[in-house]
Protein backbone atom coordinates (compact mmCIF):
# COMPACT_ATOMS: atom_id res chain seq x y z
CA UNK A 1 0.00 0.00 0.00
CA UNK A 2 1.40 3.58 -1.09
CA UNK A 3 2.47 5.27 2.60
CA UNK A 4 3.76 8.92 3.13
CA UNK A 5 7.64 8.63 4.00
CA UNK A 6 9.55 10.97 5.87
CA UNK A 7 13.16 11.96 6.71
CA UNK A 8 15.06 11.80 8.95
CA UNK A 9 13.45 9.66 11.47
CA UNK A 10 15.22 12.17 14.31
CA UNK A 11 16.68 15.26 13.64
CA UNK A 12 18.86 17.21 16.93
CA UNK A 13 19.63 20.54 15.78
CA UNK A 14 21.28 23.46 17.70
CA UNK A 15 18.57 26.61 19.06
CA UNK A 16 19.49 29.20 16.16
CA UNK A 17 19.91 26.76 13.17
CA UNK A 18 17.97 25.62 10.04
CA UNK A 19 16.20 23.08 9.53
CA UNK A 20 15.07 21.15 6.89
CA UNK A 21 12.48 18.07 7.16
CA UNK A 22 11.65 16.29 3.93
CA UNK A 23 8.84 14.27 3.18
CA UNK A 24 7.53 12.04 0.13
CA UNK A 25 4.13 12.22 0.05
CA UNK A 26 1.67 9.06 -1.91
CA UNK A 27 2.09 9.45 -5.65
CA UNK A 28 -1.01 10.51 -7.07
CA UNK A 29 -1.85 12.84 -4.18
CA UNK A 30 -2.47 16.59 -4.33
CA UNK A 31 -2.79 17.75 -1.34
CA UNK A 32 0.04 18.33 1.12
CA UNK A 33 -0.20 18.97 4.30
CA UNK A 34 2.30 19.49 7.89
CA UNK A 35 1.19 19.05 11.72
CA UNK A 36 3.07 19.03 14.51
CA UNK A 37 2.74 17.43 17.90
CA UNK A 38 4.57 18.50 21.26
CA UNK A 39 5.55 15.23 23.42
CA UNK A 40 2.29 13.94 25.32
CA UNK A 41 -0.10 16.86 23.11
CA UNK A 42 -2.45 16.65 20.49
CA UNK A 43 -2.19 16.77 17.01
CA UNK A 44 -1.85 20.75 15.11
CA UNK A 45 -2.60 21.72 11.97
CA UNK A 46 0.38 23.80 10.22
CA UNK A 47 0.24 24.32 6.80
CA UNK A 48 -2.04 23.23 3.82
CA UNK A 49 -0.48 23.07 0.10
CA UNK A 50 -1.59 22.93 -2.80
CA UNK A 51 -1.30 23.92 -6.68
CA UNK A 52 2.21 24.58 -5.55
CA UNK A 53 1.09 27.66 -2.99
CA UNK A 54 0.31 27.58 0.50
CA UNK A 55 -3.69 27.13 1.07
CA UNK A 56 -3.81 27.78 4.89
CA UNK A 57 -1.90 28.27 7.70
CA UNK A 58 -2.39 28.27 11.46
CA UNK A 59 -1.24 30.84 13.59
CA UNK A 60 2.03 28.79 14.58
CA UNK A 61 3.35 28.76 11.42
CA UNK A 62 4.95 32.34 11.23
CA UNK A 63 7.86 33.76 9.53
CA UNK A 64 10.67 31.06 10.90
CA UNK A 65 8.16 28.07 8.64
CA UNK A 66 8.16 27.53 5.14
CA UNK A 67 7.13 24.66 2.99
CA UNK A 68 8.36 23.55 -0.58
CA UNK A 69 7.80 21.30 -3.15
CA UNK A 70 11.21 21.26 -5.23
CA UNK A 71 10.69 18.63 -7.41
CA UNK A 72 7.63 16.25 -8.59
CA UNK A 73 8.06 14.15 -5.45
CA UNK A 74 9.31 15.81 -2.17
CA UNK A 75 7.75 18.16 0.11
CA UNK A 76 9.74 20.31 2.37
CA UNK A 77 8.96 22.16 5.98
CA UNK A 78 12.08 24.32 6.64
CA UNK A 79 12.17 25.90 10.08
CA UNK A 80 14.84 29.32 9.47
CA UNK A 81 15.93 29.57 13.01
CA UNK A 82 14.58 26.76 15.61
CA UNK A 83 13.64 27.64 19.08
CA UNK A 84 13.75 25.37 21.91
CA UNK A 85 9.93 25.30 21.66
CA UNK A 86 9.72 24.02 18.13
CA UNK A 87 11.08 20.57 19.43
CA UNK A 88 8.21 18.05 18.56
CA UNK A 89 7.19 15.31 16.23
CA UNK A 90 6.11 16.86 12.87
CA UNK A 91 4.39 14.92 10.84
CA UNK A 92 3.86 15.44 6.95
CA UNK A 93 0.01 14.17 5.53
CA UNK A 94 -1.17 14.03 2.05
CA UNK A 95 -4.71 12.84 0.35
CA UNK A 96 -5.99 13.10 -3.35
CA UNK A 97 -8.34 15.53 -2.42
CA UNK A 98 -9.26 17.91 0.00
CA UNK A 99 -12.07 16.09 0.88
CA UNK A 100 -10.41 12.56 1.26
CA UNK A 101 -8.94 11.17 4.55
CA UNK A 102 -5.32 12.06 5.11
CA UNK A 103 -2.71 9.71 5.12
CA UNK A 104 0.18 10.70 7.51
CA UNK A 105 4.02 9.32 7.59
CA UNK A 106 5.73 8.27 11.02
CA UNK A 107 6.99 11.59 11.50
CA UNK A 108 10.28 13.28 12.07
CA UNK A 109 11.05 13.89 15.36
CA UNK A 110 13.07 17.31 16.11
CA UNK A 111 15.02 17.91 19.02
CA UNK A 112 16.27 21.60 19.29
CA UNK A 113 19.05 21.62 21.96
CA UNK B 1 -12.62 27.86 18.23
CA UNK B 2 -13.53 24.49 17.27
CA UNK B 3 -12.57 21.56 19.49
CA UNK B 4 -12.71 18.15 20.10
CA UNK B 5 -13.23 16.25 23.14
CA UNK B 6 -12.55 12.53 23.64
CA UNK B 7 -13.03 10.69 26.36
CA UNK B 8 -12.20 8.68 28.23
CA UNK B 9 -8.49 9.98 28.79
CA UNK B 10 -6.96 6.07 29.11
CA UNK B 11 -8.59 3.04 29.44
CA UNK B 12 -6.98 -0.42 31.30
CA UNK B 13 -8.71 -3.10 29.85
CA UNK B 14 -7.96 -7.17 29.23
CA UNK B 15 -7.22 -8.90 26.20
CA UNK B 16 -10.56 -10.32 25.08
CA UNK B 17 -13.06 -7.48 26.73
CA UNK B 18 -14.60 -4.99 24.38
CA UNK B 19 -14.14 -1.30 24.18
CA UNK B 20 -15.68 2.13 23.59
CA UNK B 21 -14.68 5.78 23.18
CA UNK B 22 -16.55 8.67 22.03
CA UNK B 23 -15.85 11.89 20.58
CA UNK B 24 -17.89 15.35 20.82
CA UNK B 25 -18.02 18.78 20.06
CA UNK B 26 -20.29 21.93 21.10
CA UNK B 27 -20.28 22.58 16.87
CA UNK B 28 -21.04 20.50 13.58
CA UNK B 29 -18.67 18.30 11.77
CA UNK B 30 -19.51 16.55 8.26
CA UNK B 31 -16.81 14.26 8.60
CA UNK B 32 -15.28 12.06 10.96
CA UNK B 33 -12.28 10.41 11.12
CA UNK B 34 -10.58 8.07 13.28
CA UNK B 35 -6.72 7.41 13.72
CA UNK B 36 -4.47 5.08 16.12
CA UNK B 37 -1.12 6.22 16.76
CA UNK B 38 1.79 3.63 17.82
CA UNK B 39 4.89 4.94 19.99
CA UNK B 40 7.21 7.11 17.88
CA UNK B 41 4.99 6.26 14.23
CA UNK B 42 2.43 9.08 12.89
CA UNK B 43 -1.53 8.29 12.87
CA UNK B 44 -2.71 5.59 11.10
CA UNK B 45 -6.51 5.84 9.45
CA UNK B 46 -8.97 3.49 11.07
CA UNK B 47 -12.48 4.57 9.45
CA UNK B 48 -13.46 7.35 8.16
CA UNK B 49 -17.41 8.92 8.13
CA UNK B 50 -19.33 10.82 6.08
CA UNK B 51 -22.77 11.09 6.82
CA UNK B 52 -24.59 11.71 9.87
CA UNK B 53 -26.18 8.45 11.11
CA UNK B 54 -23.14 6.37 9.40
CA UNK B 55 -22.33 3.42 11.08
CA UNK B 56 -18.68 1.70 9.59
CA UNK B 57 -16.90 -1.21 10.39
CA UNK B 58 -13.16 -2.40 9.91
CA UNK B 59 -12.59 -5.94 10.99
CA UNK B 60 -13.23 -5.58 15.00
CA UNK B 61 -13.61 -1.76 14.58
CA UNK B 62 -16.89 0.03 14.19
CA UNK B 63 -17.88 3.81 14.24
CA UNK B 64 -21.06 5.69 13.92
CA UNK B 65 -21.24 9.17 12.56
CA UNK B 66 -23.47 10.48 15.45
CA UNK B 67 -26.92 12.19 14.33
CA UNK B 68 -26.32 15.60 15.55
CA UNK B 69 -23.08 15.88 13.90
CA UNK B 70 -21.47 16.53 17.45
CA UNK B 71 -20.35 13.28 18.44
CA UNK B 72 -18.77 9.75 17.09
CA UNK B 73 -17.84 6.92 18.98
CA UNK B 74 -15.35 3.89 17.82
CA UNK B 75 -15.81 0.43 19.55
CA UNK B 76 -13.47 -2.39 18.97
CA UNK B 77 -14.81 -5.47 19.99
CA UNK B 78 -12.46 -8.78 21.37
CA UNK B 79 -9.41 -6.60 21.92
CA UNK B 80 -5.94 -8.06 21.94
CA UNK B 81 -2.50 -7.06 22.71
CA UNK B 82 -1.68 -5.24 19.20
CA UNK B 83 -4.96 -2.90 20.13
CA UNK B 84 -2.61 -1.12 22.28
CA UNK B 85 -2.00 2.86 21.74
CA UNK B 86 -3.24 5.80 21.15
CA UNK B 87 -7.12 6.63 19.04
CA UNK B 88 -7.41 9.90 17.76
CA UNK B 89 -10.94 11.47 16.37
CA UNK B 90 -9.92 14.15 13.96
CA UNK B 91 -12.44 16.03 11.81
CA UNK B 92 -11.97 19.08 9.06
CA UNK B 93 -11.99 22.60 10.44
CA UNK B 94 -15.12 24.53 9.68
CA UNK B 95 -14.52 26.76 7.06
CA UNK B 96 -11.06 25.38 6.03
CA UNK B 97 -9.86 23.51 3.09
CA UNK B 98 -9.19 20.06 5.11
CA UNK B 99 -6.77 21.45 7.91
CA UNK B 100 -7.94 18.57 10.50
CA UNK B 101 -8.84 19.29 14.31
CA UNK B 102 -7.61 16.34 16.57
CA UNK B 103 -8.91 15.47 19.67
CA UNK B 104 -6.43 15.04 22.11
CA UNK B 105 -6.92 11.07 22.08
CA UNK B 106 -7.61 7.93 24.84
CA UNK B 107 -4.96 5.70 25.23
CA UNK B 108 -5.93 2.49 25.26
CA UNK B 109 -3.82 -0.42 27.40
CA UNK B 110 -4.63 -4.15 27.07
CA UNK B 111 -3.62 -6.74 29.51
CA UNK B 112 -2.91 -9.99 28.22
Known amino acids: EPEVTQTPSHQVTQMGQEVILRCVPI?????FYWYRQILGQKVEFLVS????????KSEIFDDQFSVERPDGSNFTLKIRSTKLEDSAMYFC???????????FGDGTRLSIL | GQQLNQSPQSMFIQEGEDVSMNCTSS?????WLWYKQDPGEGPVLLIA?????ELTSNGRLTAQFGITRKDSFLNISASIPSDVGIYFC????????????FGKGTKLSVKP
Open chain 1, 27 to 31: SNHLY
Open chain 1, 93 to 103: ASSGDRNQPQH
Open chain 2, 49 to 53: LYKAG
Open chain 2, 27 to 31: SIFNT
Open chain 1, 49 to 56: FYNNEISE
Open chain 2, 90 to 101: AGPREGSQGNLI
